[in-house]
């Protein structure tokens, strides 16, 4: 029999080990191989939710955006000889946002069952706390990083958000949330939604939705190098 591959889910920021279910740190610890985007960070991660499991025994596959296609099936060997492997994202949950979906995928096409297990997802936390309708959605992952592309790409997506009634929602690198929110600011009409949410499951979790027009006569919350989930809404809720 070919073992399983579990999609284990990892903490959102330090010290929210909290957020873990019992039965998904219960099976992590019943686990030896594991396919991660970077093993260092899967290290700490086990490290900090089991600190007496020996890491030594532990087997590490990174998988990540320079790992060569041709790789992958390698990395699965473990569950082609019947014994059970994890998948851990950076955060949040595998293979959303995550190129652990790559395995994922290939684990389907050999037959190897593949297990989701609950856990944080940043992207779900932060619609569920946006007000938004959450019946309709799209995730777009990053927009442009210049200003002038990313302004266009807002405008787009409240555009989008209006005729489809859906909220879209995405995400930046952590040293560009402050350009994010000035440029929403500028440049979405003053009756459209805009949220935020950041470092979500964290102590210093900070979440607002608030029209533009109202936006902007509040004090900017400071984003700078947190992770934040940004949501448009232009739609008729």
Known sequence: ?????????????????????????????????????????????????????????????????????????????????????????????????????????LAHELGIEVVPLVGPSSILLALMASGMNGQRFTFHGYLSAKRPEMARDLKRLEQLSARQDQTEVFIEAPYRNEAVLETALQSLEPGTWFGVAADLTLPSQFILTRRIADWRKLPKPELHKRPVVFMVYAGKG
């Not at 991660?36 to 087997?59: G, M």
């Not at 473990?78 to 946002?97: I, R, T």
């Open 1 to 105: 029999m070919k073992g399983k591959l579990f999609l284990i889910p990892a903490p959102l920021g330090e010290n929210a080990t909290h957020s873990l279910p019992v039965y998904t740190v219960e099976i992590l610890n019943s686990l030896q191989h594991f396919i991660a985007e970077r093993a260092k960070t899967a290290r700490h991660y086990i490290k900090a939710v089991l600190p007496e499991k020996s890491l030594p025994d532990l087997e590490f596959f990174e998988l990540n955006e320079h790992t060569d296609a041709a790789e992958v099936a390698g990395f699965l060997k473990p569950a082609l000889k019947g014994l059970d492997m994890g998948l851990l994202s950076e955060a949040g949950c595998p293979g959303v946002a995550d190129p652990g979906a790559r395995a994922v995928r």
